[in-house]
C-alpha cells in the first residue's frame, strides 16, 4: 500500500471517528445534552485526533527512519573486498537499490518469477544484460554479494512496507478504539481534545528548533567529515583553491572569503549610500504622495526574485561594464566580474537599507526635529546632527543585515561574478565567492566520500556562522535602540 | 555696538555669505535624496526593460506553414491503422515527409534552384517531426490526407527573425549558411514562414543543447506548481499552528525565547544553507529521491515558515484584547477563544504573509539546485500524489539551466521565462494587496 493510500484511509478512519464519536455522546445520554460535560463536537473531535495524529505520526517517523536502518544492515553485507576500485559504499548502495529497482519492474513485465529470483545468482546468469532489458543500466557487472545483497534490500524494504501498513493501521485502528470506549457523559471531553491541540501547536513551534538543529547537524557532522580527509590547517592557513577531481586538492577557503567581501563590500558601497540617501528623502521631504508611489515601487526591488538580478548581471550588466569601462581601461576582459556582480547585489539591497532606516528614521521623536529646529538649524543640519546621530543605531543594525544578506546571497554571483578564485585587488577579474562553490561543489554527482565535495559543508558552516553573528548581532543593536525611545 | 555701526544697513531678506552656503547645503542634500530615489527607480526601470527588451522574444516563434501530405504507405505499411503498428514510423519517416513538403514549395515557387534536400531541410528543426507524429498518432483518420502544418523552423532561422543571427555570423557557422537564410527571407515573403504566438514556449518539456527552438517550461511550471501547492498545505497549517502557540499560548520563559530568536533568525539564514539542509538531510539521510518536487517542497517549506510566523504573529497581535475579553467573559475557554474569534478576524492578514511568503519561496534557486533539480528533465511528473516524487524541474532553476547553455538563443528563452514567473509573482501579490485592501479591518 503506498504511503499516499494509508494517509488517505487514516484521515478517512478519522473522520468516520469524529461522526461515530459525537453519535456515541448524544446515544449515552439520549439526546439530553445538558447531561454531557463538553459539547458533543468535541467528543467526535478527540476521536479524530487519537486515531488521526498519532498513526500519521508513526508513519512519517516510519518513512524517515526506514531507508537509514535498511540501507545500514545491507550496506553492512558487502565485504570491503567487492566494492570496485575507485568506487565507495555510497555507490554500490546505490547500484543495490537499482537492481533492486530492475527486479521488481522484472517481476512486473513477467520475465522473470519469485521463484526464479529465489535461485538467481550473480556468478550464473548475466544480470547486467537483462537488467538493461528493462531499462536499467548499470556501470559494471554484478558482484554476487552485491546482487544478494539487492535481493535482500528488495525483501526488507517489501517486509518494511507492510510492517508500515500494519503498524499505521493498527495505531490508528487502536486510538479510534481507546477513544470510542472512553466516551461517557461525564468525560472531560473538551479539555482532552484542547490539551491535544495545545500539543500540537507546542510541536508545530518545534519545527523552528528542529530546523535550526537539523542545518547545524548536517553541517557540523559533514564539516568534520571533512576535516577527518583534509588538513584543517590547509583549510584556514593556506591561499590556494585548486579543487581536482583526482585528488590533491587545494581547498583553501581565503580566495573564497576574500571575493564574497569584496563582493559584499561593493554591494554595499552602492547600496548604503543610495539606500540611506533614499530613505531620508522619503522620510524627511517627500510630500505624501511621493513617498506612497516610490516607497513600495522601491520594496518592489526586494521581491523580484534572485535569478532576474543574476540573469541582469549575466546579460546586461556584464558586457556594459567589459565594454565600456573594463576593455577601455585595460583591467580585463571578463564580463562576469566582482563590479559587475556587486553594482546588482547593490541594487537588489538598497531596499532592505533603505526600508528598515526608513522606520528607525520615522520612530525618532518629533521633539528632537523640533528641539533643533527652534534652534535655527536648516532641515538638512537637523538630519545630519539630530536624527541621523539619534537613529544610527538602528542604521548600523540596517546595514549589518544588508550585508548578512549580501554575503549569503547565490544567484548573483553564480551568474555575475565568475568562478575563478582568485585572490587580487582589480574589480573588473572574474573571482568567485563562498556561496558560488557550495553550488560548484554539490551540484551534480554528489558522492560524499571526497574532500571537494565536503568542503561544500565546511564552506556552508563558515557562511551559516558569519551570517548568524551578523544577524544576532543587528537584532541586538536594533532592539536596544528600539528601547531607548519606548 | 559699534560693530553694527560700521557695517552697511542690510535687509534681513538678503542673505549673507554664511545663510547662502548653509542653504545651498540644503539644497544639495535635497538633491542627494531625490538622486538617490531616483537611481533606485531607475535601476528598476533598467532590470524590467532589460529582461523584458531580451524575454518577449521567446513568445514568438518563428514556423513554416507546409502542406503536408501525410504518406499513408510510409506511415502505415500495413494499412490497418492499428496504433501499435503505426508507432513503428519514427521521426526519421515524418522527418522526409516534411522536408519533402518544404521541397516541393521550394521547387514549386523556384525559390532555390541549386539548393540540395539536405539543406533546405536543415531549415526545419528537429524537433518537428515529433510534433507531427504525436499528432498522426492521436488521430489516425488524418492519414492519406494533406493538412496544412505550422512547422517549427530551426533555432538559427529563428534567430535570423529576431536579429540574432545575421548573415555575417551565419557565414562562420556550421549549423546555418548565408544561402539558407535567404532561402527562408523568401519564404517569408512568399508568406510561408511567419512568426507566430509561442504556445510551445509554456507547453513544453526543456529541449537539448541544439534545439533551443522547442525548449519551454511546460516541466517547470508543473514542477513549480507542484512544489507551491505543497509549501501551501505544509507551511501555512505548521506556520500558523507555531504563531498561534507563540503568541497566544507560550508562557514567557527561556524556551519561548529560545523559540523565538530561532524563528528570527531562520529568516535571516541565506537559502543556500536551507539546500544543504534538504541535501543532507532529506536526500542523503532519509533517502528521498533527487530532483523531486517532494523534496524541492520540503526544502522550501522549511525556508518558508519563519517567513509565514512572522507575518501572521502580527496579525494575531493585531486582533484587539477586547474581543478576546469578550470571548472569555461569555465563558469560552481560551483555545475556543482563540479558534472562533481571534483567527477568523485575523485571516486576511495571515493569507497576505502566506501568499507573500510563497511568492518568495516560487522564485527561489539556490536550494533547489542543490537538491538535484538542475538535472535535465524531459519527462512530465506523473498525476499527484505519486508524481511528487518524479524527477520535476522549476521555473528559477530553468532559467539557471537554460543560462548555462552555449546557444544565445537560450538567453532569450531564459528571459521569457523570467517573464512567465514574474507574471507569476505579479499575480499573487497583487492578490495578496487585494486580500489586504478588501479585508483589513482598522480597529
Known amino acids: ?486 | 555696538m559699534t560693530m553694527v555701526e560700521t557695517s552697511a544697513p542690510r535687509s534681513l531678506y538678503t542673505a549673507d555669505a554664511r545663510t547662502k552656503a548653509r542653504n545651498a547645503a540644503e539644497k544639495r542634500f535635497r538633491i542627494y535624496g531625490i538622486t538617490a530615489v531616483v537611481i533606485g527607480l531607475l535601476a528598476l526601470v533598467v532590470l524590467l526593460s532589460s529582461v523584458l527588451g531580451s524575454g518577449l522574444g521567446a513568445f514568438r516563434q518563428t514556423v513554416l506553414s507546409l502542406p503536408i501530405t501525410l504518406d499513408a504507405k510510409a506511415l502505415d505499411p500495413k494499412g490497418n491503422r492499428d496504433p501499435a503498428e503505426m508507432a513503428k514510423a519514427t521521426t526519421v519517416t515524418y522527418a522526409k515527409l516534411i522536408t519533402k513538403a518544404l521541397e516541393a514549395v521550394v521547387i514549386e515557387q523556384n525559390l532555390a534552384p541549386e539548393m540540395s534536400t539536405k539543406n533546405i531541410g536543415a531549415l526545419i528543426s528537429k524537433e518537428a517531426p515529433a510534433g507531427l507524429r504525436d499528432m498522426v498518432l492521436a488521430d489516425p483518420d488524418l492519414l492519406g490526407t494533406t493538412i496544412t502544418y505550422d512547422v517549427l523552423a530551426s533555432g538559427r532561422v529563428d534567430g535570423f527573425f529576431k536579429g540574432r543571427v545575421t548573415m555575417e555570423s551565419a557565414a562562420l557557422d556550421s549549423n546555418i549558411t548565408p544561402e539558407q537564410l535567404q532561402l527562408a527571407e523568401k519564404l517569408r515573403d512568399a508568406g510561408l514562414l511567419k512568426l507566430a504566438f509561442n504556445t510551445g514556449f509554456l507547453t513544453n518539456p526543456d529541449a537539448s543543447e541544439l534545439r533551443p527552438e522547442s525548449a519551454g517550461l511546460g516541466v517547470a511550471i508543473l514542477g513549480s506548481i507542484y512544489m507551491m501547492v505543497l509549501v501551501l498545505c505544509l507551511a501555512l497549517p505548521i506556520g500558523v499552528a507555531a504563531s498561534i502557540y507563540l503568541e497566544e499560548f507560550a508562557p514567557k520563559n527561556r524556551f519561548t525565547d529560545l523559540i523565538e530568536v530561532n524563528v528570527a533568525n531562520l529568516a535571516a539564514v541565506p537559502s543556500i544553507v536551507y539546500g544543504i539542509l534538504g541535501l543532507a538531510a532529506f536526500i542523503n539521510f532519509a533517502g528521498m529521491p533527487q530532483s523531486s518536487p517532494l523534496v524541492g517542497a520540503l526544502v522550501l517549506t522549511l525556508m518558508t515558515l519563519p517567513r509565514i510566523i512572522i507575518p501572521t504573529r502580527a496579525a494575531l497581535n493585531a486582533v484587539p484584547p477586547s474581543i478576546r475579553e469578550a470571548a472569555l467573559g461569555v465563558g469560552a475557554s481560551k483555545t475556543q477563544t482563540i479558534f472562533h474569534h481571534v483567527l477568523p478576524l485575523a485571516v486576511p492578514g495571515i493569507l497576505t504573509g502566506a501568499i507573500i511568503g510563497l511568492a518568495q519561496a516560487l522564485g527561489e534557486t539556490a536550494p533547489l539546485l542543490l537538491i538535484g533539480m538542475v538535472a535535465f528533465v524531459k519527462d512530465y511528473p506523473g498525476a499527484p500524489p505519486e508524481g511528487i516524487l518524479d524527477p520535476a524541474s522549476a521555473i528559477p532553476v530553468q532559467i539557471y539551466n537554460w543560462t548555462q547553455r552555449a546557444d544565445p538563443a537560450f538567453v532569450e528563452r531564459a528571459s521569457g521565462a523570467i517573464i512567465v514567473l514574474l507574471v507569476f509573482l505579479l499575480v499573487m501579490n497583487s492578490l495578496a494587496v487585494i486580500l489586504r485592501r478588501k479585508f483589513e479591518r482598522r480597529w
Not at chain 1, 546586461?316 to 563590479?339: C, E, I, K, N, Y
Not at chain 1, 560548484?440 to 558522492?447: A, I
Request: net charge neutral; with cysteine; charged share 15%.
Open chain 1, 1 to 486: 500500500m503506498t504511503p499516499g493510500l494509508l494517509a488517505l484511509i487514516v484521515l478517512a478512519l478519522a473522520c468516520g471517528g469524529f461522526f461515530l464519536g459525537r453519535f456515541r455522546a448524544l446515544q449515552l445520554v439520549g439526546k439530553d445534552l445538558r447531561l454531557l460535560h463538553s459539547l458533543p463536537g468535541y467528543y467526535g473531535q478527540t476521536v479524530a485526533l487519537f486515531t488521526a495524529v498519532p498513526a500519521l505520526a508513526l508513519m512519517a517517523a516510519w518513512l524517515l527512519a526506514q531507508p537509514v536502518v535498511i540501507d545500514s544492515r545491507i550496506s553492512a553485507m558487502i565485504p570491503a573486498a567487492d566494492l570496485p576500485q575507485g568506487s565507495s559504499r555510497n555507490l554500490v548502495m546505490a547500484d543495490v537499490r537499482r537492481i533492486a529497482g530492475g527486479i521488481d519492474l522484472m517481476l512486473a513485465d513477467g520475465s522473470l518469477t519469485e521463484a526464479d529470483l529465489r535461485d538467481m545468482r550473480a556468478d550464473f546468469s548475466d544480470i547486467r544484460s537483462r537488467m538493461a532489458d528493462v531499462g536499467v543500466a548499470l556501470g559494471a557487472n554484478v558482484q554476487p554479494s552485491v546482487f544478494e545483497a539487492a535481493k535482500d534490500w528488495r525483501a526488507l524494504t517489501g517486509f518494511g512496507r507492510l510492517a508500515l501498513t500494519a503498524l499505521t493501521l493498527a495505531a490508528s485502528l487502536g486510538g479510534f478504539a481507546f477513544a470510542i470506549l472512553r466516551i461517557r457523559p461525564e468525560f472531560r471531553a473538551r479539555n482532552v481534545s484542547e490539551t491535544f491541540l495545545r500539543w500540537l501547536l507546542i510541536a508545530a513551534s518545534l519545527v523552528a528548533i528542529g530546523t535550526t538543529i537539523g542545518i547545524v547537524l548536517s553541517l557540523v557532522f559533514q564539516t568534520v567529515h571533512f576535516f577527518q580527509l583534509y588538513p584543517f590547517r590547509d583549510f584556514f592557513f593556506s591561499l590556494s583553491w585548486n579543487p581536482k577531481f583526482g585528488g590533491g586538492s587545494d581547498l583553501s577557503i581565503w580566495p573564497l572569503v576574500w571575493g564574497t567581501l569584496y563582493v559584499s563590500f561593493i554591494a554595499l558601497a552602492v547600496a548604503v549610500p543610495v539606500g540611506l540617501f533614499a530613505a531620508i528623502y522619503l522620510a524627511e521631504y517627500a510630500s505624501k504622495q511621493v513617498r506612497s508611489i516610490a516607497k513600495p515601487l522601491l520594496e518592489v526591488l526586494a521581491g523580484i526574485p534572485t535569478i532576474v538580478y543574476g540573469l541582469f548581471a549575466l546579460i546586461t550588466v556584464g558586457p556594459l561594464l567589459r565594454d565600456w569601462v573594463a576593455q577601455p581601461l585595460g583591467l580585463g576582459s571578463s564580463s562576469s566580474s566582482v563590479m559587475t556582480a556587486g553594482l546588482v547585489m547593490g541594487v537588489m539591497i538598497i531596499p532592505f537599507v533603505s526600508s528598515l532606516s526608513d522606520d528607525i528614521i520615522n520612530a525618532v521623536p518629533q521633539s528632537l526635529r523640533d528641539g533643533s529646529f527652534a534652534m535655527g538649524a536648516t532641515h538638512s543640519e537637523t538630519v545630519k546632527q539630530v536624527i541621523l546621530p539619534a537613529a544610527l543605531p538602528g542604521i548600523v543594525g540596517a546595514v549589518l543585515l544588508a550585508a548578512s544578506r549580501a554575503i549569503g546571497e547565490t544567484m548573483i554571483v553564480v551568474l555575475g561574478a565568475g568562478a575563478a578564485a582568485k585572490l587580487s585587488m582589480n574589480p573588473f577579474e572574474a573571482m568567485t565567492t563562498v556561496t558560488v562553490k557550495i553550488v560548484s561543489q554539490l551540484t551534480g554527482d554528489t558522492e560524499f566520500a571526497s574532500p571537494e565535495t565536503l568542503v561544500a559543508f565546511a564552506l556552508g558552516l563558515t557562511l551559516f556562522i558569519f551570517t548568524l553573528v551578523l544577524n544576532v548581532l543587528a537584532l541586538v543593536i536594533v532592539r536596544k535602540y528600539r528601547e531607548q525611545y519606548e
